[in-house]
Nanobody, 119 residues
Framework: QVQVVESGGGLVQAGGSLRLSCAAS????????MGWYRQGPGKQRELVAT???????NYADSVKGRFTISRDNAKNTVYLQMNSLKPEDTAVYYC?????????????WGQGTQVTVSS
């Protein structure tokens, strides 16, 4: 079992930057996928970015070139560097850990951190 806790959200002006952190309760070395998702007001939760244990990354088109996901296995932490923020990036950002044991997938969600981008 893995618990994840997000931090780093806040209020920022458009064009600004924030870095979100997702701290895991144990080693993430063998966590298959660590990801960031977000849910804006009145919207469904959507994928923002993921990183695999093999180092592959994936981004939503809306954040490509602006956001960077990184994974520090030594610190059991995943980061989301967000640059050139836009008002439409306003959302609650959630961290997710996905791992597979004997062919069965498990996942864990954090409680989320609010990001508000003012115009």
């Amino acid at each position: 079992q893995v618990q994840v806790v997000e931090s780093g959200g806040g209020l920022v002006q458009a064009g600004g930057s924030l870095r979100l952190s997702c701290a895991a309760s144990r080693s993430i070395f063998n966590i298959n996928v660590m990801g960031w998702y977000r849910q804006g007001p009145g919207k469904q939760r959507e994928l923002v970015a993921t990183t695999t244990s093999g180092g592959r990354t994936n981004y939503a088109d809306s954040v490509k070139g602006r956001f960077t996901i990184s994974r520090d296995n030594a610190k059991n932490t995943v980061y989301l560097q967000m640059n050139s923020l836009k008002p439409e990036d306003t959302a609650v950002y959630y961290c997710n850990a996905l791992w597979v044991v004997a062919g069965t997938p498990y996942d864990s969600w954090g409680q989320g951190t609010q990001v508000t981008v003012s115009s």
